[in-house]
C-alpha cells in the first residue's frame, strides 16, 4: 500500500523551483530542480520579487518534466504535495497555486508540507541507482542546518505533531553564516559550496577566530560572534586575494561552524539517549560536516545518517514524501492551505537571548 501511493512534491519555499514523483516508501521517481542562484548571484542573496516572478515563469516546465521524467501521467498520481511554510510569501504562493489548481482539475487530494518536516524525512528517500542505507528508526535526532534555519529536533515519528524542537539558532542560520562571510571575502552566492570547496586546502590553526556559542551545555547556536570576528579579521589585515591565506580563513571560519554543529547535535543525541543521529539542509552539503559528524558520533556509537548531497539541499523528493505520509493518514488541504513565513514546528529558542520554554 505504502509502495504504491504516487505523489507529486512541488517546492518553491525559496530560490528553487522543484518538483518530483515520489512513491510513498520514499522511492524518487524524479527529482528535478530548477536553480536560481544565477538569477540572485550579482545581489549576493536572494531577492524575494525576483524569486516569485522567476517561479512564475518556471513551475509548469519543472512540473511537466518531473512527470515525464517518473513516466507517470497526471492521472495516475494519488496526491499532491506542497511546501507552504515556512519560506518567502510570493514564493510559497506560486507553488501553492499550481499545487491547488492541479488538484483542482484532478480531482485529487493536495496536502501541505513545513519545509524542515520535509528536510527532516528527506533521509528516507532512495534514488534508484544510489546506495541507500537503511532509513532510521524513530526515535532519533536530527540536525537541520540550512540557508534560513539551524535547529535540532527531535524526531519521534514521521508526522510533524511528533517532531520537536530542542534547540536552535539565536541569530543567523549556519547557512546564512556561510553566504555572509562568502559575500565579504568577494566569493558570490551562495557561500557554502565555494568555502567548503577553499577550505579543503586551507589550514584551519593558521588564522584566529571566536568559538561560536562556546558554552557547551545549552543546544541553542548563535552564528554571528563568528561572522563578526571574521569582519574584524578583515579590518585589521584586509581582504585577502585569492591566495592561501584566503583559503586559511574559510578553513578557520569552516571548522568553527563545523565543530559548534557537530559537538551540540552529538550533545543532543546523548541527552535523548537515541542511538541515530541524522543530518539534513543545504549545510549538510558540506564535506567537512559530514566526515566530521560520522567521525565524532561514531566515538559515542551513534549511527550517523547523512542523505546524498541533492536530497540536502532544496527539492522536490522531501516534500513529496512528507506530503505522501500525510496523504496516507488521510488528509486533504484542499480547503485550507494557507503559506506562513514561520515554520508549524513549535520553536522552544528565543531569537536574541534566552529560551522560550526549558530544555530537558
Ligand atoms: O536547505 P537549502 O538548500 O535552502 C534553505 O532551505 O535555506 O540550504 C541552502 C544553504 C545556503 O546557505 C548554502 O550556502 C548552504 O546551504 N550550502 C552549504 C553547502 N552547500 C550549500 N554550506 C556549506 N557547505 C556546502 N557544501
Ligand atoms: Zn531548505
Redesign the pocket.
Known amino acids: 500500500m505504502r509502495t504504491r501511493v504516487r505523489v507529486l512534491g512541488i517546492e518553491t519555499?525559496?530560490d528553487?523551483t522543484a518538483a518530483s514523483v515520489v512513491l510513498g516508501d520514499g522511492t524518487v521517481l524524479s527529482d528535478v530542480v530548477h536553480s536560481q542562484v544565477a538569477l540572485h548571484a550579482p545581489y549576493g542573496g536572494v531577492v524575494p520579487e525576483l524569486a516569485a516572478r522567476d517561479h512564475l515563469t518556471n513551475i509548469r516546465p519543472v512540473v511537466e518534466a518531473a512527470l515525464e521524467r517518473a513516466g507517470t501521467r497526471f492521472g495516475e498520481l494519488d496526491g499532491i504535495a506542497v511546501t507552504c511554510q515556512p519560506g518567502l510569501t510570493g514564493a510559497l504562493l506560486v507553488g501553492v497555486q499550481a499545487a491547488q489548481g492541479l488538484a483542482w482539475a484532478l480531482g485529487k487530494p493536495v496536502v501541505g508540507v513545513d519545509?524542515l518536516v520535509g528536510?527532516l524525512l528527506a533521509v528516507y528517500l532512495r534514488h534508484p541507482g544510489l546506495a541507500t542505507p537503511e532509513p532510521p528508526e524513530p526515535p532519533f535526532v536530527a540536525l537541520v542546518a540550512?540557508?534560513?534555519?539551524t535547529a535540532l529536533y527531535r524526531v519521534d515519528g514521521l508526522e510533524a505533531a511528533r517532531i520537536r524542537e530542542l534547540g536552535a539558532t539565536r541569530d543567523d542560520a549556519a547557512?546564512?553564516a556561510?553566504?555572509k562571510v562568502a559575500k565579504l571575502l568577494g566569493l558570490g552566492y551562495?557561500?557554502?559550496?565555494v568555502?567548503?570547496r577553499l577550505a579543503e586546502e586551507g589550514d584551519p590553526e593558521a588564522v584566529e577566530l571566536a568559538r561560536p556559542m562556546p558554552r557547551r551545555d545549552t543546544l541553542d547556536f548563535s552564528f554571528s560572534g563568528l561572522k563578526t570576528s571574521v569582519v574584524r579579521w578583515v579590518m585589521a589585515h584586509g581582504r585577502p586575494g585569492n591566495d592561501q591565506v584566503l583559503r586559511d580563513l574559510c578553513a578557520a571560519f569552516q571548522r568553527r561552524v563545523v565543530d559548534t554543529l557537530v559537538s551540540k547535535a552529538v550533545l543532543a543525541a546523548r541527552r535523548e539517549k537515541v542511538g541515530c543521529l541524522v543530518l539534513a539542509?543545504?549545510?549538510s552539503?558540506?564535506?567537512s560536516l559530514r566526515a566530521r559528524a560520522v567521525e565524532v558520533g561514531g566515538r559515542h556509537d551513534l549511527r550517523v545518517l547523512v542523505p546524498p548531497v541533492q536530497s540536502?539541499?532544496?527539492n522536490a523528493a522531501m516534500i513529496g514524501f512528507a506530503g505522501g505520509v500525510r496523504l496516507l493518514g488521510g488528509a486533504n488541504d484542499a480547503d485550507s492551505l494557507v503559506t506562513s513565513p514561520e515554520t508549524a514546528l513549535p520553536r522552544v529558542t528565543r531569537k536574541g537571548r534566552g529560551q522560550r520554554g526549558r530544555l530537558r
Open positions: 519555499s525559496c528553487e519545509h528536510h540550512s540557508g534560513g534555519h547557512g546564512e556561510f553566504d551562495p557561500g557554502g559550496p568555502i567548503d539542509g543545504g549545510v552539503a558540506n564535506r540536502c539541499t532544496d
